[in-house]
């Protein structure tokens, strides 16, 4: 069996653990998403790119990995990609605190986040985080649909957070 196999047989689960069975925060993220990605300029110029999604069950159940590209793999060149993302989020169920917590990781942007995550009264997903400079940011899930949703990311810099939208994600599930 190659490593890459084998990394793979003991990375990815077939489902959630026991003990997050009844919990479907993100359960319903797994499969494969297309994303069209619009990302705010400073300037107030949008910029639009397509990407892919792609979540699952890893680590014997007890988490659910993400790996998000964009430009689509398809797509992606060797020179510069001003929307270049291709990172890799790992959620994890706190049983103790009843929260789950998520890291965000994108080498191609030298990015690494810390968040936590709660539903909102609209039962939105929001996930929460604060980055080195002591800068909030929130990402949160809406729109949610069996084959659809919307992800918008905010960043604030002052307390009371006056929140800026940086980017927003339309997905779409890929067919099976």
Not at 5 to 16: H, Y
Not at 74 to 79: A, N, Y
Not at 126 to 149: K, L, P, Y
Request: glycine share 6%; with cysteine; net charge negative.
């Amino acid at each position: 069996m190659s490593p890459n196999r084998s990394m793979c047989d003991a990375l990815l689960a077939r489902g959630p653990a026991p003990e997050l069975a009844n919990d479907n925060t993100f359960g319903w993220l797994v499969g494969s998403w297309n994303v069209e990605v619009h990302d705010f300029e400073s300037d107030g110029a949008r910029r639009v790119s397509n990407g892919e999604w792609h979540f699952a069950w890893v680590l014997g159940g007890r988490a659910i990995q993400d790996v998000f590209v964009v430009p689509r793999r398809d797509e992606r060149s060797i020179g510069r990609m001003p929307a270049n993302r291709y990172g890799t989020t790992l959620r994890i169920y706190d049983l103790v605190s009843s929260v789950w917590r998520l890291v965000w990781v994108d080498p191609a942007r030298n990015d690494l986040d810390v968040l936590t995550t709660w539903r909102d009264a609209a039962d939105n997903i929001v996930q929460e985080g604060t980055d080195a400079g002591g800068s909030r940011f929130r990402w949160t899930f809406t729109a949610i649909a069996a084959d659809a949703f919307t992800f918008v990311a905010e960043a604030a810099n002052a307390a009371p957070a006056a929140w800026k939208q940086l980017a927003e994600f339309t997905a779409a599930r890929q067919a099976t």
